[in-house]
């Protein structure tokens, strides 16, 4: 059973990069699946960051696009979120998911990890 | 701002049926899928594509669309059903994936 796994700091300078990891467990990466990272301010609705296909296509929401790079290491069975010139709007759990190749729904979530933007 | 509007909050009394909405012009050419979410845990699906449920989703809920609108119904609604319910789609160019709102379901 495929499991996700997030990973990075939990507290970020403003003006600074955002940077995580989600570790894919139980199955590879390159299963013709796009990766998908998703975000949740304190109290506030679920946005779409950005997608990765394992062939390293990627899509991102039009109004974080310039500040967004999404990755994958293929050798790691891990992709990656960058998000640059952070603000306190930033702080979020930020969640990776699987959008399945059968299903077109997220159906697998890592648990979320906080990250707070603050000096 | 959201191009998949829900509304923000609904009421069920316990047993009783209820739908939750979401509209958006891209539900015209796309299928949505649907998301429980409970207080500090992260989001699971319930319902996706045309009307399918993950194995695990109790067959009371179930999902459909019309138009612009794609609704999750929960028939005999139950007390851990309380919870916020997101849905999912392509934005209007298709190359984006977009979140409603959340309602916010209250059973009572």
């Known amino acids: 059973q495929v499991q996700l796994q997030e990973s990075g700091p939990g507290l970020v300078k403003p003006s600074g990069t955002l940077s995580l990891t989600c570790a894919v467990f139980?199955?590879?990466?390159?299963?013709?699946?796009?990766w998908s990272w998703v975000r949740q301010p304190p109290g506030k609705g679920l946005e779409w960051i950005g997608e990765?296909?394992?062939?390293?296509?990627?899509n991102y929401n039009p109004s974080l696009k310039s500040r967004v790079t999404i990755s994958v290491d293929k050798s790691k069975n891990q992709f990656s979120l960058k998000l640059g010139s952070v603000t306190a709007a930033d702080t979020a759990v930020y969640y990776c998911?699987?959008?399945?190749?059968?299903?077109?729904?997220?159906?697998?979530w890592g648990q979320g990890t906080m990250v707070t933007v603050s000096s | 701002s959201s191009e998949l509007t829900q509304d923000p909050a609904v009421s069920v009394a316990l047993g009783q049926t209820v739908r939750i909405t979401c509209q958006g012009d891209?539900?015209?050419?796309?299928?949505a899928s649907w998301y429980q979410q409970k207080p500090g845990q992260a989001p699971v699906v319930v319902t996706y594509?045309?009307?399918n449920r993950p194995s695990g989703i109790p067959d009371r809920f179930s999902g459909s669309s019309s138009g612009n609108t794609a609704s999750l119904t929960i028939t005999g609604a139950q007390a851990e059903d309380e919870a916020d319910y997101y849905c999912?789609?392509?934005?209007?160019?298709?190359?984006?994936?977009?979140f409603g709102g959340g309602t916010k379901l209250t059973v009572l």
């Open positions: 998911a699987r959008l399945g190749g059968s299903t077109g729904a997220f159906d697998i």
């Open positions: 139980g199955g590879s990466i390159s299963s013709s699946n796009w």
């Open positions: 990765i296909y394992d062939s390293g296509s990627t």
């Open positions: 891209s539900l015209r050419s796309y299928y």
């Open positions: 594509g045309k009307n």
């Open positions: 999912n789609s392509r934005d209007s160019s298709g190359n984006h994936r977009v």
